[in-house]
């Protein structure tokens, strides 16, 4: 069966660290993979999308980036966080475009 | 661009009440349709879908029907329970037109014993 591992739960990291969140699937091969953020009252914002190995898609400009180095692995990076980047973060993959995602567990990242 | 638009919460309810929390979204094509659910501390888990008009989704007691000429896929459920209390997201992927997930802001329900 497929599963989707997300790592690490919670984070606290000061302004101005780099970060990189980690996710990787299992059980299944080429999937869609995405990264998400949910804020307190703007629901889940699509931040990246890939469809394939070094295949990123941008949804938001901001200084967050994104990396597919491995068929089930998809990297969320900074070079420099901001306060503004605090937040709940959520790896997702799908079959295919159309099908239903399954979500990871999500990271609870705080920005201090 | 593809969008969707759902009621804004929270939604207080007393158990068995009946439940709707309307959904409309905008595409150019012909999407398929989601209810995820999200229950405290946790990530997203699909509820029900549909994939073309008139098609209704259902699990758990909640349903959903794909009504093109509305665009809307509002979800209901007859009689809520305590363990519904969640936050609901309604969703389209439309993969006529690109790769995306497309999410609405959610809905936080409230059951109240």
């Known amino acids: 069966s497929q599963t989707i591992h997300q790592w690490p739960a919670t984070l606290v990291q000061p302004v101005g660290s780099p970060l990189s969140l980690e996710c990787t699937v299992e059980g299944t091969s080429n999937p869609n993979l995405y990264w998400y953020r949910q804020a307190a009252g703007r629901g889940l914002q699509l931040l990246f999308y890939?469809?394939?190995?070094?295949?990123i898609s941008s949804e938001v400009p901001q200084n967050l980036s994104a990396s597919r180095p491995q068929d089930r692995q998809f990297i969320l990076s900074s070079k420099k966080l901001l306060l503004s980047d605090s937040g709940f973060y959520l790896c997702?993959?799908?079959?295919?475009?159309?099908?239903?995602?399954?979500f990871g567990q999500g990271t609870r990242l705080t920005v201090v | 661009g593809n969008s969707v638009t759902q009621m804004e919460g929270p939604v207080t309810l007393s158990e068995e009440a009946f439940l709707t929390i309307n959904c409309t979204y905008t595409a150019t094509g012909y999407p398929s349709l989601f209810w995820y659910v999200q229950y405290p501390g946790e990530g997203l888990q699909l509820l029900l879908k549909a994939t073309k008009a008139d098609d209704k989704g259902s699990n758990k007691g909640f349903e959903a029907t794909y009504r093109k000429e509305t665009t809307s896929f509002h979800l209901e459920k007859g009689s809520v329970q305590v363990s519904d209390s969640a936050v609901y997201f309604c969703a389209l992927s439309d993969q006529n037109r690109d790769d995306k997930i497309i999410f609405g802001k959610g809905t936080r329900l409230h059951i109240l014993p």
């Open positions: 997702a993959w799908s079959p295919q475009t159309g099908e239903k995602a399954f």
């Open positions: 890939s469809v394939g190995i070094g295949q």
